[in-house]
């Protein structure tokens, strides 16, 4: 699993879209331009399983296979396409345990690592809220993640697993827009890294959840930000305590209509 971003300033990557073959890849960005794809991370392939859709995560573009040594991990969502779970090949921390649950058994016993057998540990959740007045409007998410507590911040992604173990939660939501009344839409100011107006753009940030090691945020500060800039181009700025695996995983779930909820 990657590393946790910086802490005090943001990664920011690009995701590409490949709509015929449903595959999804994640650059770090290697300049401000929208247009450069930058160094490769990671890749996505969207699958229907029955009423379920499983988006497979992998080192390698060319082998997303949950057999193979680049498989990173998985993302499972249930019929409605509101609710996600989020699969992680490698333990998050001393005592995880394997998913319980039929879709998380899914898993073989080749390695990633030496010390640690691939599997599939739930490492957290996403849910979109029903819009019960079934207006059009943003979209209201929030996001529920397990992940170790790092005391340093990390300059850029690395394909290494953290030395802590201790397990912190975070509870992320989407900041809410406001209402331009003179463009007439929902409005974020996402300081020019999204150029195309979309139901998919969005921003988390941290809620304050005491009772969690770990678990504080200001309700202001933008964890993860995604957005449109092309027909198939997503800018995602991410920073600690997310991963960048995380932070893809998250915005996947952005992809496809969610019902009653938009």
């Not at 827009?177 to 409005?187: D, G, S, V, Y």
């Not at 959840?209 to 997503?234: I, Y």
């Not at 779930?253 to 019902?259: D, E, M, P, R």
């Amino acid at each position: 699993m990657l590393q946790p971003g910086p802490r005090d300033t943001a990664l920011q990557c690009l995701i590409k879209r490949n709509k015929k073959n449903s595959m999804f890849y994640l650059y770090l960005a290697a300049s401000p331009s929208f247009t450069e794809k930058g160094k490769f991370l990671l890749a996505a392939r969207r699958q229907r399983h029955g009423a379920h859709t499983e988006y497979t995560i992998s080192l390698d573009p060319n082998d997303l296979s949950q057999g193979s040594n680049a498989y990173v991990g998985k993302l499972s969502s249930d019929f409605l396409g509101t609710k996600f779970t989020i699969y992680d090949s490698q333990p998050p921390h001393n005592g995880a345990k394997h998913s319980s649950s039929r879709a998380g058994r899914r898993f073989t016993s080749k390695q990633i690592s030496p010390q640690v057998p691939a599997g599939n540990f739930e490492i957290g959740e996403v849910s979109y809220k029903f819009n019960l007045l079934k207006s059009r409007g943003p979209r209201r998410m929030v996001s529920s993640l397990r992940s170790p507590i790092l005391d340093e911040p990390e300059a850029e992604p690395k394909l290494t697993k953290s030395k802590s173990v201790v397990a912190g939660q975070t509870i992320l939501r989407n900041k809410a827009p406001r209402w331009h009344e003179h463009l007439q839409c929902w409005c974020l100011n996402f300081h020019g890294r999204v150029t195309v107006a979309s139901v998919k753009n969005f921003q988390l940030v941290a809620t304050m959840d005491p009772s969690q090691p770990g678990g504080k945020g200001d309700g202001e500060t933008v964890l993860l930000q995604f957005g449109k800039v092309g027909d198939d181009a997503f800018t995602m700025d991410y920073r600690q305590p997310l991963s960048a695996f995380q932070a893809f995983a998250i915005c996947l779930t952005s992809f496809g209509t969610k019902l009653a909820c938009e």
